[in-house]
């Protein structure tokens, strides 16, 4: 896989193949679109392994995204201790280099498995579905209930690329400005939960909230919004209640 982005502005939700690709800006010719649409085939494929894979186990799937610095791994802690005990939980964390994110995680009672770009895949700024069935190599499935991806950091490439999760979830940061929904409408469109991170920091932030929530709903309407705070803890027990909601998902059963 590697370096060839749809680009497109549908929903991208789902699993399944991708929507007919607008080629327009691709001005190398027919070849080269042809090895978009195998590359993105190729993936799908193997998202739809995945997703089967996830489903024969019961394993409920989250592709959890956002740019560099939102606060994905210290939320991603703050779920682990507040869900310890209660289910048992799967990391893929993606990075491009370093342990430093996985690190972070471990001791938490969760198995995290870890996958560097860098490392045999090209320096990618997100996983695909390839990457992730790498990883799946090193978690025994039959012993989750939930599986959490953590992306690379990156409000592009992530969103185009589906790993066979069941839902997709974003961390946002309030302190990356109002527009973002406005600027990188593909991510915000593609997920099912905007979790709203790093709230203790509004008093001290020029920071417009409902500008934001204006914005987001013009490009994403029925998406779900947590606000959260892993300084604070605020939100953390609304995002983890959201997390077993999407357990008793009907497409997540045990065989």
Known sequence: ???????????????????????????????????????????????????????????????????????KTSLLRETLKALRGRLRIGIVEGDIETSIDADRLQGLGATVALLNTANGFGGECHLDAPMVRTALKSLDLTQLDLLIVENVGNLVCPAEFHVGEHRRAMVYSITEGEEKPLKYPVMFRSVDLVLVNKMDLLPHLDFNLDEFYGNLRKVNKDVEVVETSARSGKGVAGWCDWLLTQRTLPQVKRS
């Open 1 to 71: 896989m590697g370096r060839f982005h749809r680009h497109d502005d549908n929903d991208g939700h789902g699993h399944g193949h991708a929507p007919s690709l607008d080629h327009s800006g691709y001005t190398t010719g027919t070849e080269r679109i042809e090895v978009l649409e195998r590359i993105f085939d190729e993936n799908d494929r193997t998202a739809d392994a995945n997703r089967a894979d996830f489903d024969h186990a019961g394993v409920l799937t989250i592709n959890l995204m956002s740019s560099p610095g939102a606060g």
